[in-house]
């Protein structure tokens, strides 16, 4: 062994363990590892988590708050008409400090993998080129995935859909839409299925903005799931936001969630967008604005969860932190119990890195050797504090240390948790 970590607790419960590491791997995860590694560390008792997975983010707008103005509405179209400001005052340079800037933050949090959506309609397509270079950049240490976003519309842009072939020439990896800001439902429903075609005719996966809207009959999940079962997408397919599920008649959403689960597409909820984007045109009482995570998860759907917005036109705050996303489900969805804190945790971690389609993913021999040691004895906990990331592990090196806050509001010797 190259590493033993000694005395984990494990986010199954499992405590006690101890995880070797070698060429980058784990090689054992068992409760007593005999001492073969040139450098041992005892975390006593605290919990090793894989990395956190951020299922849905902008790293092509992220930090640019400000720029040129500020968001005055806080609404959902009033971002977007910012950012089309923005937009043509970017530069490659600024997109690449800004994006490497923030992958250091997400890293020394133990944010590992990121798939960000890049704006494909700028004719320069001078994000895509930047983001492909900063995934180069920061390969050794995060797993960046990229999906052709086409942000002002398939239809709506005259060069959105030969940009968006262009950036899929390029290398980015995901088919992305946005079919609720197309002109009519019609050109929405069509746009979803041409992306699909687009993703099947090429092996891709897909994940588009679907339903962002406050409007219960934005239905356009419908047309996603029926065309990912048409086209044999299974597994390969996520429908980011669908926020128009928290105002859907809850008749129609009887029959939409056993075809969604059918149809194997994931939902991304995004848990700090939602709750401050949507509701915007209520009067009281408002909107939350996030999607059914629980009746999802209830169906057998997998729910992961993003980030979406960092210090942007969209979203004056957050600090690429996971746990503060899974904080704001928790209280948004009211996922309270044991178990619901639980699969919180989850959707910021192993629901997200499937989502994503993450090689060599988890604690189990064989995987790669990427581990989080937090300050906190169980998911419950980690969330509660946002925990402090003691050690961030990537295929087996250290690349980030953090000294242990003090003090901490913890029940003495015994897990954070109370059973259901
Ligand atoms: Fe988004």
Known sequence: MDLILRNARLPDGRNGIDIGLRDGRIAAVEPRLAA???????????????????????????????????????????????????????????????????????????????????????????????????????????????????????????????????????????????????????????????????????????????????????RHIETLAAETLRLGLHGRVAGSHLTSMHSMDNYYVSKLLPLIAESGVAAIANPLINITLQGRHDAYPKRRGMTRVPELLAAGVNVGFGHDCVMDPWYAFGSGDMLEVAHMAVHVAQMTSQTAIRQCFDAVTTNSAKILGLDGYGIAPGCHADLVVLQARDPFEAIRLRANRLLVIRRGRIIARNAPRSPQLALPGRPSGFPD
């Open 36 to 218: 073969t590694s040139l450098e041992e560390i005892d975390v006593s008792g605290r919990l090793v988590t894989p990395p956190f997975v951020d299922a849905h983010f902008h790293l092509d707008s992220a930090l640019s708050y400000g720029l040129p103005r500020v968001n005055q509405s806080g609404t959902l179209l009033e971002g977007i008409a910012l950012w089309g400001e923005l937009k043509p005052l970017l530069t490659m340079d600024a997109i690449v400090e800004r994006a490497l800037h923030y992958c250091d933050l997400a890293v020394s949090q133990g944010l590992l993998a990121i798939r960000s959506h890049v704006d494909v309609c700028d004719d320069r397509l001078l994000a895509v080129e930047a983001l492909l270079h900063v995934r180069q950049q920061v390969a050794p240490y995060l797993d960046l995935q990229l999906v052709a976003f086409p942000q002002d519309g398939l239809y709506r842009s005259a060069t959105a859909e030969k940009n968006l072939l262009r950036a899929l020439d390029l290398g980015v990896d995901v088919v992305g839409g946005i079919p609720h800001f197309e002109r009519t439902m019609a050109d929405g429903a069509r746009s979803v299925t041409r992306l699909c075609e687009i993703a099947a005719e090429r092996g891709l996966r897909v994940d588009l903005h679907c339903d962002e809207s406050d409007d219960p009959m934005s």
